[in-house]
């Protein structure tokens, strides 16, 4: 399994919005579990967002509650993250992960800068 993941631009200013796109090389069925995660500079790899089926997400970081969503389309084998109210401290590499018969696969890291 290959994530692919898109940045959407991967600038913006505060209060500003990305979206970033997840897309897999092959099915993500509702029993992948997936994630996003993010680490920024000089910090440890934290935990963002998860999401086990579809329209489910569990938002880990506290921060980022009622700022981001994570979704999924299951007919394009894609999950999101969408990033509203976007905050100098959101700054940070970006990754998407999965779980996909018991083996996590990682996408590449991408760095999203937000201004203030």
């Known amino acids: 399994q290959v994530l692919l993941v898109d940045p959407g631009g991967g600038l913006a200013q505060a209060g500003g919005s990305l979206r970033l796109s997840c897309e897999a090389s092959?099915?993500?069925?509702?029993?992948?579990?997936m994630h996003w995660s993010r680490q920024a500079a000089g910090k440890q790899r934290d935990l963002v967002a998860s999401s086990g089926s579809g329209d489910t997400a569990h938002y880990i970081d506290a921060a980022v509650k009622g700022r981001f969503t994570m979704s999924r389309d299951s007919t394009k084998n894609t999950v999101y993250l969408q990033m509203n109210n976007l905050k100098v401290a959101d700054t940070a590499v970006y990754y998407c992960s999965g779980c996909f018969r018991d083996q996590i696969y990682w996408g590449q890291g991408t760095q999203v800068a937000v201004s203030s």
């Open positions: 092959g099915t993500i069925a509702s029993t992948n579990v």
